[in-house]
């Protein structure tokens, strides 16, 4: 395809076939999605349907591979053809402007052969660029004019063809030609095709270049595993590896599939999952993820998920799909380039005839420049091209960082939001109990975590594995308890190296008679704060108040930071109490705090401030918060990298960190700026340029654009919307100043 017209006919070509509901056509990637019934319509009628409207289909499914190699095949067609056209035009140009210089050098070239023998060569030198080197434009224009639908081929065509039809009639019957406009036009119809080839042959590098972060993410997976077979290990292609297989991998190698560690211990590079930096340490039963990078030790590990199933082929089916999509800016594109080319023909039509009918002599030849300048200049590649490369830039840079677009529309849609609803726990906070304070009274941390630990090691409430989990991280060892009576609702009693332990809430200690006086003013600024307290007692006398709280997750505060500097609005969902929820609101700096909302309550609430006339993002872990995440105009879900929650939002923050959120908002504030910039560039360029093409400065200027620059400028102006949407490459996702966006 090669412009905005192209897309609007296999759009139109696929829809028409029975059975298809939809059909989306992009130019950047040179992709169609279809959404057909199979029973209706197959593959291969498909794929008929679209080389019968002149274009070849490659079904991806089945030929991947093909597509590099039709790309690479065009690349090189492309390049022969330029560097032939070149060959042939620059001795075309010289022979045909060389008499202009001077009477003398005109003199000397009539000395060698006559004006009429110049002519001959020219034709000699222009027609196997006509009809070898711009076969490609008769061959698209056919199928173009046959479906009644005119795109750039049929422009170029058009243009072309009349300079070099005009020319051989001027130098074969110069007679049928009023006085003085039998001029020969050979060199400029050869500069248009050569130039416009060389323009295509730039912008098929650069859209090479924009798809770049999806190359790296397939060549991120290795081609092979080692796999052990027994005693020894066995070298196999990353195909025949299946679920369960036991792979070693040693430092430096990437890991080939998903998995779980079964023996040693590394340090692994996750940074193409969560764009952290950091290497992350990986023990027996944790998680491996396929493409990541195994940094020192070596380990054994059993597959998990293999092939398409790994979470790096995850990755890659979602930046495809953000990649293949329309968002909303582009609908009025694919509008405009339906009717843009006829209207430029009905254009040059109406300028032939006025400079026909009323320009100055000699007519003829003012009315064929001027209208041969309008069809080249006008071809609308660049606004084909202006949406789908910033998308394409857009979602691989965000990939590259740890965010996944599930579509292009979600990229568009962030850019405008207004307000950011954040789900508290999972979400702001780790989403599980941690031992944040002690408070002891006459014992040690170390002692008191002891004889503790002990007690609350047999319970499974989230507040006892909170104390035990904190005795274990800080290398605590605790014994056995013995005489453990555990109390619903109150708290546990045991017999711990000979000393009686009770640990729970005031209630306990009531019910057991042991003043809490000195733990009182602690538990209320821990309950203050949103924390919950408990008291421990070591043979009836109270020795600590502990305090235990989902924590924030790091990072939580500077996001919130992050979003205010940007002109968001935060808003925090909670399923607690008032008094916990505004505690941890304080903590981060968010202002508003809707508590006590249930889960199925969630998605009302965003619908509220919908209705407000709010733009409104939900983020959530992307599972229990999936009816939220549908309803808010971008639902954004949290990631652990190895446990995507594909369906429920439509961008995926990978690593879970929400300072990743400004640099998803900034990264599609930076694309949208950049699509509308070139789509300002493709319509001012057209708006601008085809009145001076039709002559509008001849008046004042006595000027006309010639037909070989009308060409290189059409050619610039996709160059530039490609490489203006190459900028998006560099961005760095930094915090911006406060106040700043």
């Known amino acids: 395809m090669t412009c905005a017209s192209c897309v609007a006919r296999v759009e139109r070509t696929l829809k028409k076939q029975p059975g298809v509901k939809a059909a989306s056509v992009n130019l950047g990637t040179e992709k169609a999605s279809i959404d057909y019934l199979p029973g209706a319509v197959s593959p291969q009628r498909l794929k008929a349907a679209i080389v019968d409207a002149g274009y070849v289909a490659i079904d991806l499914d089945t030929e991947k591979d093909s597509l590099e190699r039709a790309q690479a095949r065009e690349q090189a067609d492309l390049r022969r053809d330029v560097m032939l056209g070149a060959a042939l035009s620059v001795p075309l140009m010289f022979v045909a402007m060389l008499p202009m210089l001077s009477p003398s050098v005109m003199h000397a070239m009539h000395q060698v052969l006559p004006h009429r023998g110049w002519g001959f060569v020219q034709l000699a030198l222009a027609a196997p660029v006509q009809l070898f080197v711009g076969a490609r434009f008769y061959r698209q224009a056919f199928a173009e004019l046959r479906h009644l639908s005119p795109g750039m081929n049929t422009l170029v065509m058009l243009g072309s063809s009349a300079a070099f039809g005009y020319s051989l009639l001027a130098l074969l019957t110069p ?402 109490n008032g008094r916990t929820a505004d505690a941890i609101a304080k903590e981060v700096g968010i202002e508003r705090v809707l508590a006590e909302v249930l889960p199925g309550e969630k998605a009302a609430e965003i619908a509220r401030l919908q209705a407000a006339g709010r733009r409104v993002a939900f983020v959530g872990d992307g599972i229990n918060d999936a009816p939220a995440l549908a309803r808010a105009d971008v639902g954004i879900a949290i990631g652990t990298g190895t446990d995507i929650a594909v369906e429920a939002g439509d961008v995926i923050l990978m690593s879970g960190d929400l300072r990743g959120i400004a640099s998803a908002i900034r990264l599609s504030r930076r694309t949208l700026s950049t699509i509308r910039l070139n789509f300002f560039w493709a319509y001012a360029y057209n708006v601008a340029l085809i009145p001076l093409a039709a002559g509008a400065l001849y008046p004042l200027f006595h000027l006309l654009l010639s037909p070989m620059l009308a060409a290189a400028a059409m050619s610039i102006s996709s160059v530039f919307v490609v490489t203006n949407s190459l900028r998006l490459r560099r961005f760095v996702p930094t915090a911006p100043s406060a106040g700043t966006v």
């Open 175 to 576: 007679r049928i030609f009023p006085e003085g406009t039998a001029h020969l036009y050979f060199e400029a119809s050869s500069v248009i095709i050569t130039l416009v080839l060389l323009g295509k042959l730039l912008e098929a590098r650069a859209k090479g270049r924009t798809s770049d972060a999806l190359k790296k993410l397939f060549g991120l997976a290795p081609k092979t595993a080692r796999v052990l077979r027994g005693e020894s290990s066995v070298e196999l292609a990353i195909d025949a590896v299946v679920p369960d297989d036991l792979i070693e991998v040693r430092p430096g190698e990437r890991i080939p599939t998903d998995g779980v560690l079964t023996e040693g211990s590394s340090w692994v590079d996750e940074s193409m999952i969560t764009g952290e930096p950091l290497p992350v340490e990986k023990s027996v039963g944790g998680e491996v993820v396929a493409g990541t990078v195994n940094h020192r030790g070596a380990f054994v590990f059993r597959a998990t998920r293999v092939g398409q199933d790994t979470v790096l082929s995850q990755i890659i089916r979602l930046v495809e799909q953000a990649q293949g999509g329309k968002p909303p800016i582009q609908r009025l594109a694919d509008r405009i380039a339906r009717i843009f080319v006829p209207l430029v023909i009905v254009a040059a039509a109406l300028t032939f005839s006025i400079w026909w009918f009323f320009g100055p002599s000699p007519a003829l030849s003012h009315a064929f420049v001027a209208a041969v300048s309008v069809l080249v200049i006008a071809c609308p590649c660049a606004m084909g091209l202006a949406t789908p490369t910033a998308i394409m830039v857009g979602t691989g840079k965000a990939a590259e960082l740890g965010m996944l677009f599930r579509e292009g529309a979600a990229l568009e849609t962030m850019a405008r939001l207004d307000t950011i609803v954040l789900d508290k726990t999972g979400t702001l906070t780790k989403g599980h109990p941690e031992l944040t304070h002690i408070a002891p009274y006459g014992v040690t941390e170390t002692e008191l975590l002891q004889l503790v630990a002990a007690a609350e090691d047999r319970s499974e409430h989230p507040l006892a594995r909170a104390v035990v989990e904190a005795a274990r991280t800080r290398g605590i060892s605790f014994g056995r308890a013995d005489s453990v009576q555990a109390d619903p609702g109150f708290g546990v009693e045991a017999i711990v190296a000979g000393r009686r332990v009770a640990v729970g809430a005031e209630r306990l200690m009531s019910k057991l008679g042991i003043d809490t006086e000195l733990g009182r003013a602690d538990a209320a600024r821990f309950a203050v704060e949103g924390r919950s307290p408990i008291f421990a007692a070591f043979d009836g006398k109270l020795v600590a108040t502990l305090a235990i709280a989902d924590p924030l997750k790091e990072g939580s505060r500077a996001a919130v930071r992050e979003l205010h500097a940007l002109g968001l609005g935060v808003a925090m969902l909670s399923g607690d």
